[in-house]
């Protein structure tokens, strides 16, 4: 009786863990995403030969790519985290 509850109990754990290493990871990917935004408008700059207006341009694309990934990943993971959540309460109930 004891070894199943703490079964039930480590999945759920385990489960939990992998969401919130997936959320690192989204993490992760959006600062990437910005950076890369950054970095391709300032080698664009310096092709260029003039001014910073390709590292301002660039970095605002990467936030908004980087802000709409994250959104859609996390709302994704929230979903999944729901789901696991209903059909976690009625295994232990």
Same mark, same amino acid.
Not at 5 to 11: D, E, L, Q, Y
Not at 19 to 31: C, D, E, N, V, Y
Not at 49 to 68: E, R
């Given at each position: 009786?004891?070894?199943?509850?703490?079964?039930?109990?480590?999945?759920?754990?385990?489960?939990?863990? /992998?969401? $919130?290493?997936?959320?690192?990871?989204? &993490?992760?990917?959006?600062?990437?995403? #910005? @950076?890369?935004?950054? !970095? =391709?408008?300032?080698?664009?700059?310096?092709?260029? /030969?003039? $001014?910073?207006?390709?590292?301002?341009? &660039?970095?605002?694309?990467?936030?908004? #790519? @980087?802000?709409?990934? !994250? =959104?859609?990943?996390?709302?994704?993971?929230?979903?999944?985290?729901?789901?696991?959540?209903?059909?976690?309460?009625?295994?232990?109930?």
């Amino acid at each position: 009786m004891v070894d199943s509850t703490r079964g039930a109990a480590r999945a759920k754990e385990r489960r939990e863990t /992998g969401i $919130g290493m997936r959320m690192a990871g989204l &993490g992760f990917q959006t600062s990437s995403e #910005v @950076g890369a935004g950054a !970095l =391709l408008g300032y080698l664009f700059d310096w092709w260029r /030969g003039q $001014g910073t207006m390709g590292l301002v341009v &660039g970095g605002v694309l990467g936030i908004i #790519v @980087g802000m709409t990934s !994250l =959104l859609r990943g996390a709302m994704r993971i929230n979903r999944e985290f729901d789901a696991a959540g209903r059909s976690g309460d009625k295994k232990d109930v």
